[in-house]
């Protein structure tokens, strides 16, 4: 009898999940069950804004086909959600009245949005029940609203002034909507940013024709358009923002009650160990933004900083990839595969998943370049941070920094023996690839910081040699120049081609911009 598999969540952890379980579905090994509450297979839920705008289509999102998965022998289950989950008997009581088993449960719920607490607004995480011109931009009908208001060149305000918020209203100013951001702290991005670039971003997003409203608390929304649908936010000072929708961009919470009905370990996430089971269940795994990997060994060193969730599709993937192997070998072993003992060794000498590095934010649109990671909130001054933590011989931070906020651009460095631990760089597109690549590889500065600032000087861009290809292009899917190149030369002329045949670009977006360069350099190479 075939492992069975059964995945609750089908987004784009859960796709990839699916995608890399084939082989064994194929070859008999496992039967694969996977339940998504939309009726619509996973798509990218990362790049509904721009679908929202009319930038993309619901075609171009998609990444599973439901019916080619059921021709495979998938058992795909769309429009259905999980009541409870019998971990005694192992199985699932489905809303449908099915009760499907399993032998391997893998949860991949992912996130749900944050409904602020604010009058006129129903906070409940689990049933929000939002009025007519609020979204909370999370699918695909939400991205039809914001159609309508964007084409409509309506008046719409986005609060949150996190990086999902930020494109969002730069893709619809852009696109003729009269666009305000509301946000607490000073500038946008307050917890990834410092103070000198979150104030170069905001004056470049102002100029982007996105108007900024910081330090703003929200109170309440009112309701007194022609249809009774959202009219003004209502701010703390007295005063309100007028508009025709309200886009709610204030962060993502995992969702996790299912685990918790059935009694599993959950902090910010489901905990899982680094082998993405949960505590004490060896035969339930969680991936994606409702997993947290924290093992239960309290002398892991390890486990001892980390944070929850990252929220970024790309770990998210590779906890996929990686799961999906130790699934394919836990098969081999199972009593039926024929190789038992083989199989279950094979699993148990598997190396556990590496530790994710820090993640990084990019945020590209026209007129706008900016790449944020690692810690950056030490000044360059702030001689209590700049020593913390350089004991036993450990060296302190140093910091390089340079700003030019006239023409929007600002880059700070934070290093510790030449290593890069943090990075800020707005309105220097060739500096900030540079400095992601050196801070993703652990590699050293060179002495002289600003040389890294020359590279985009009138003279290095005038003169611009080939970028190197073995650099990593799309940091979600792990996707090299090379490989694009690659994909180019065999014939793919778009990004949607490129993205289909090396899954680059099927993320958070933000390399679009460099495969279009790749695919445009090459033709205009082959004109020549």
Same mark, same amino acid.
């Given at each position: 009898?075939?492992? !069975?598999?059964?995945?609750?969540?089908?987004?784009?952890?859960? #796709?990839?999940?699916?995608?890399?379980?084939?082989?064994?579905?194929?070859?008999?090994?496992?039967?694969?069950?996977?339940?998504?509450?939309?009726?619509?297979?996973?798509?990218?839920?990362?790049?509904?804004?721009?679908?929202?705008?009319?930038?993309?289509?619901?075609?171009?999102?998609?990444?599973?086909?439901? *019916?080619?998965?059921?021709?495979?022998?998938?058992?795909?289950?769309?429009? @259905?959600?999980?009541?409870?989950?019998?971990?005694?008997?192992?199985? $699932? =009581?489905?809303?449908?009245?099915?009760?499907?088993?399993?032998?391997?449960?893998?949860?991949?719920?992912?996130?749900?949005?944050? =409904?602020?607490? $604010?009058?006129?607004?129903?906070?409940?995480?689990?049933?929000?029940?939002?009025?007519?011109?609020?979204? *909370?931009?999370?699918?695909?009908?939400? *991205?039809?609203?914001?159609?309508?208001?964007?084409?409509?060149?309506?008046?719409?305000?986005?609060?949150?002034?996190?990086?999902?918020?930020?494109?969002?209203?730069?893709?619809?100013?852009?696109?003729?909507?009269?666009?305000?951001?509301?946000?607490?702290?000073?500038?946008?991005?307050?917890?990834? =940013?410092?103070?000198?670039?979150?104030?170069?971003?905001?004056?470049?997003?102002?100029?982007?024709?996105?108007?900024?409203?910081?330090?703003a608390r929200s109170t309440g929304v009112e309701h007194n358009a022609a249809d009774g649908g959202f009219s003004a936010l209502l701010l703390a000072d007295g005063s309100a923002i007028d508009g025709d929708?309200?886009?709610?961009?204030?962060?993502?919470?995992? !969702? =996790?009650?299912? #685990?918790?009905?059935?009694?599993?370990?959950?902090?910010?996430?489901?905990? @899982?160990?680094?082998?993405?089971?949960?505590?004490?269940?060896?035969?339930?795994?969680?991936?994606?933004?409702?997993?947290? @990997?924290?093992?239960?060994?309290?002398?892991?060193?390890?486990?001892?900083?980390?944070?929850?969730?990252?929220?970024?599709?790309?770990?998210?993937?590779?906890?996929?990839?990686?799961?999906?192997?130790?699934?394919?070998?836990?098969?081999?072993?199972?009593?039926?595969?024929?190789?038992?003992?083989?199989?279950? #060794?094979?699993?148990?000498?598997? #190396?556990?998943?590496?530790?994710?590095?820090?993640?990084?934010?990019?945020? +590209?649109?026209?007129?706008?370049?900016?790449?944020?990671?690692?810690?950056?909130?030490?000044?360059?001054?702030?001689?209590? *941070?700049?020593?913390?933590?350089?004991?036993?011989?450990?060296?302190?931070?140093?910091?390089?920094?340079?700003?030019?906020?006239?023409?929007?651009?600002?880059? +700070?460095?934070?290093?510790?023996?030449?290593?890069?631990?943090?990075?800020?760089?707005?309105?220097?597109? !060739?500096?900030?690839?540079?400095?992601?690549?050196?801070?993703?590889?652990?590699?050293?500065?060179?002495?002289?910081?600003?040389?890294?600032?020359?590279?985009?000087?009138?003279?290095?861009?005038?003169?611009?040699?080939?970028?190197?290809?073995?650099?990593?292009?799309?940091?979600?899917?792990?996707?090299?120049?090379?490989?694009?190149?690659?994909? @180019?030369?065999?014939?793919?002329?778009?990004?949607?081609?490129?993205?289909?045949?090396?899954?680059?670009?099927?993320?958070?977006?933000?390399?679009?911009?460099?495969?279009?360069?790749?695919?445009? +350099?090459?033709?205009?190479?082959?004109?020549?």
């Open positions: 009898m075939s492992e !069975r598999i059964v995945i609750v969540g089908f987004g784009p952890v859960a #796709a990839r999940l699916v995608d890399e379980l084939l082989p064994t579905v194929r070859d008999g090994l496992a039967h694969v069950t996977v339940i998504g509450e939309e009726t619509d297979a996973a798509y990218n839920r990362v790049l509904v804004a721009d679908l929202g705008v009319g930038r993309t289509t619901a075609e171009a999102l998609a990444l599973s086909d439901a *019916a080619a998965l059921v021709a495979e022998g998938v058992d795909v289950r769309l429009g @259905v959600r999980v009541r409870r989950v019998d971990r005694a008997r192992q199985r $699932l =009581i489905l809303t449908d009245g099915s009760s499907p088993g399993y032998d391997r449960l893998v949860f991949a719920t992912g996130s749900r949005p944050v =409904i602020p607490n $604010l009058t006129g607004l129903n906070p409940d995480p689990a049933a929000p029940v939002l009025p007519r011109g609020v979204t *909370a931009l999370r699918d695909l009908s939400d *991205a039809a609203v914001l159609r309508r208001a964007v084409s409509g060149g309506k008046r719409v305000v986005v609060l949150g002034g996190g990086v999902l918020g930020l494109e969002t209203a730069l893709a619809a100013a852009e696109e003729g909507a009269t666009v305000t951001v509301v946000h607490n702290g000073p500038h946008p991005l307050g917890r990834n =940013i410092d103070r000198g670039g979150g104030s170069v971003l905001a004056a470049s997003l102002r100029n982007c024709g996105v108007r900024m409203a910081g330090n929708l309200l886009v709610l961009s204030c962060g993502v919470r995992p !969702r =996790i009650e299912l #685990a918790e009905g059935c009694g599993l370990s959950t902090a910010t996430g489901i905990l @899982v160990d680094h082998r993405l089971r949960a505590h004490h269940e060896p035969h339930i795994f969680a991936i994606g933004d409702c997993a947290e @990997v924290r093992c239960p060994d309290p002398d892991c060193t390890e486990c001892r900083s980390a944070r929850g969730p990252s929220g970024l599709v790309g770990p998210g993937w590779r906890q996929a990839e990686w799961l999906a192997e130790y699934l394919t070998l836990l098969a081999e072993g199972s009593p039926d595969s024929g190789s038992p003992d083989s199989g279950s #060794a094979a699993a148990a000498a598997l #190396a556990e998943l590496p530790a994710e590095k820090p993640g990084v934010i990019v945020l +590209k649109a026209r007129g706008i370049n900016m790449a944020v990671a690692g810690d950056n909130s030490a000044d360059p001054w702030d001689e209590e *941070a700049l020593t913390a933590g350089a004991v036993a011989g450990r060296p302190r931070l140093q910091i390089a920094q340079w700003a030019d906020p006239e023409h929007g651009r600002y880059v +700070k460095m934070t290093t510790r023996a030449g290593v890069l631990e943090g990075l800020v760089a707005v309105g220097m597109p !060739r500096t900030a690839a540079e400095l992601v690549q050196l801070f993703e590889r652990g590699d050293e500065l060179p002495a002289d910081r600003s040389l890294l600032l020359r590279l985009d000087g009138p003279d290095q861009l005038a003169g611009a040699g080939p970028a190197d290809p073995a650099r990593t292009v799309c940091r979600c899917a792990g996707v090299s120049g090379s490989t694009i190149q690659d994909a @180019v030369v065999d014939g793919c002329g778009t990004v949607a081609e490129v993205s289909g045949a090396t899954r680059a670009g099927t993320g958070c977006g933000g390399c679009h911009s460099d495969i279009k360069d790749i695919i445009e +350099k090459h033709f205009q190479a082959a004109a020549a």
